[in-house]
C-alpha cells in the first residue's frame, strides 16, 4: 500500500477530474494543470501516478475519462461503499443528510449510508430522512456484517467513543472516521482517522500573532 | 515556527493534559505516559517538547500545572481566540452550536463564537441560540476587523467558498478552517487549513479490500 500523503493526493486528484468531467473539460491534461488545480508542483503528480502505472503520453498529458477510471479502480471508488453512523446528534444528523443527498445527486460519489446506531431509546426505531433506519448500538455486532458495512462514523460523545469502537472493532469493522475530540486506540488492520475540529482550530491559533 | 506536524502534536499534548488537569491527576507525568496518551513514542514527546524549552526534569518527568500553562502559551490558548462562521446551513449550524456549548461550559476552550453571515435573506438578521447574530456576508470586510475575527469557518457549498475566502483576505483574515469540499487559494501569510470529510472518506476507501 502507498504512503497516506500520496492517497490524499489521489483521492484530490480524482475529484478534480470528476469536476472537468461534469464540466464537459477536453480530453487531455497536463500533469502541469492537474497540479495547478491541486496546489501540487507538476513533478509530484507525475512522481504520484508513475507510482500506480503509466497512465500519461509524453508530451500529450493524461486522456481524462482514462485516468479519472484508472483512479476509481485504485481507490476503490469504482464500487459503492457502505457507511454506517453511530451516535445520531447535531453533527451525526448533519453528516447523515449530507451523505444521503450526495448519493442521491451525484453519479460519481461512492459513499451509501446503510445505518445508523444510537444508545438513545427516543431515537432508535426513527428514520434519518424516511429511508436510514436508527438502530440500538447493541445491534451493531450483528448489523455490521449483515448490511456489509465498510466504514464506520462516529459521531458520540468523547468518553464514548472506545468503548464503540472496541464494539465496532470486534464485529469486524475494517476502517472508521472518528469525530469524537479523543485519541483512541484500534489494532494494526483497522484504517482509523480523525476529523477533529477543535484540534484543527488549536492549530490555527499557533498561527495567528502572540 | 515550528512545523505543522510538531503543532499537531503540541494540541494533542494540550488537551490530554487539560484531561488529567480535571480529573484532578497526579503532578507529574513522564514522557512515556504522556506518549502513550497520545499515540507517540516518548522520544518523540521530549523531541517536540525540547524544540520550545526546557521542561521537565530528568527523571521525574514534567509537572502537569507548569507543562499546560507552557503549551498554552506556545499555542496562543491562554487567550479568548475570536471565530465567525460564514455559511448557516446544516453543517454551520451544528459547528455553531457545539462551539457555543463548549465555549460556555468548558474553563479551557479558547474558542468564542463572535458572529455568522450568510447571503440568504430568510437567515440574515436572525440570532443562533439566541446570542450570535447572522449578518449578511456583503458586512464581512467591515465586520472581521470591528469584531476582531481571529479566525473563519467556511461551510458554504463548494462553487462559493473561493469568492467568501477572497472576500475575506482582502479584509485581513489570518486563519481559515474550510469545509468546502474544494481545493482554495490564498496568500502565503494567511493560514488555510481543511476538514473534508468526502476526501478522508475517499482515502479510507483505499484501505479495504478491492
Ligand atoms: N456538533 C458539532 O458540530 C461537532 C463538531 C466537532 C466535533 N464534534 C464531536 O462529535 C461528537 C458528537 O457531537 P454532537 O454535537 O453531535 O453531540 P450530541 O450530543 O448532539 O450527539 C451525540 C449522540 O451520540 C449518542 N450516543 C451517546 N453515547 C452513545 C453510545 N455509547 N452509543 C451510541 N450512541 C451514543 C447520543 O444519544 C446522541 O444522539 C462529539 O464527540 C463532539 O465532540 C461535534
Ligand atoms: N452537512 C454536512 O454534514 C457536511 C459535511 C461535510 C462537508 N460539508 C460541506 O460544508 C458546506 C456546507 O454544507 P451544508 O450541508 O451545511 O450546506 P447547506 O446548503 O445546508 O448550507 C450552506 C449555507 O451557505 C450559505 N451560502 C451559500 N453561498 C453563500 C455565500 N456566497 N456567502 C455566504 N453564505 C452562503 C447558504 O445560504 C446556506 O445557509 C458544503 O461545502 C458541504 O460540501 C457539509
Chains 1, 2 share one sequence.
Do not use: C, M, W
Not at 15 to 26: A, H, K, S, V, Y
Amino acid at each position: 500500500k502507498a504512503p497516506d500523503v500520496v492517497i490524499r493526493r489521489l483521492a484530490l486528484y480524482l475529484r478534480i477530474l470528476q469536476q472537468i468531467d461534469d464540466e464537459e473539460g477536453g480530453r487531455f491534461i497536463s500533469s502541469k494543470e492537474l497540479g495547478d488545480r491541486a496546489g501540487v508542483n507538476s513533478a509530484q503528480v507525475r512522481k504520484d501516478l508513475a507510482l500506480f502505472g503509466e497512465f500519461g503520453k509524453q508530451g500529450v498529458g493524461y486522456e481524462i475519462g482514462y485516468l479519472r477510471e484508472e483512479l476509481r479502480a485504485i481507490l476503490n471508488a469504482n464500487r459503492t461503499i457502505n457507511v454506517a453512523i453511530v451516535g445520531v446528534g447535531e453533527l451525526g444528523i448533519a453528516l447523515a443528510r449530507y451523505n444521503l443527498r450526495r448519493f442521491t445527486r451525484e453519479k460519481h460519489y461512492p459513499f451509501r449510508l446503510v445505518a445508523a446506531f444510537d444508545n438513545d431509546p427516543a431515537k432508535v426505531g426513527r428514520k434519518i430522512e424516511k429511508t436510514v433506519e436508527i438502530f440500538p448500538i447493541s445491534q451493531l455486532p450483528e448489523r455490521l456484517p449483515e448490511l456489509r458495512i465498510d466504514i464506520l462514523i462516529i459521531t458520540v460523545p468523547a468518553d464514548a467513543a472506545q468503548a464503540v469502537v472496541d464494539l465496532a472493532v470486534k464485529a469486524g469493522v475494517r476502517a472508521i472516521l472518528n469525530f469524537a475530540p479523543t485519541k483512541l486506540f484500534v489494532p494494526p488492520k483497522v484504517r482509523l482517522h480523525y476529523s477533529d475540529v477543535s484540534l484543527e482550530l488549536q492549530q490555527l491559533a499557533y498561527y495567528l500573532e502572540s
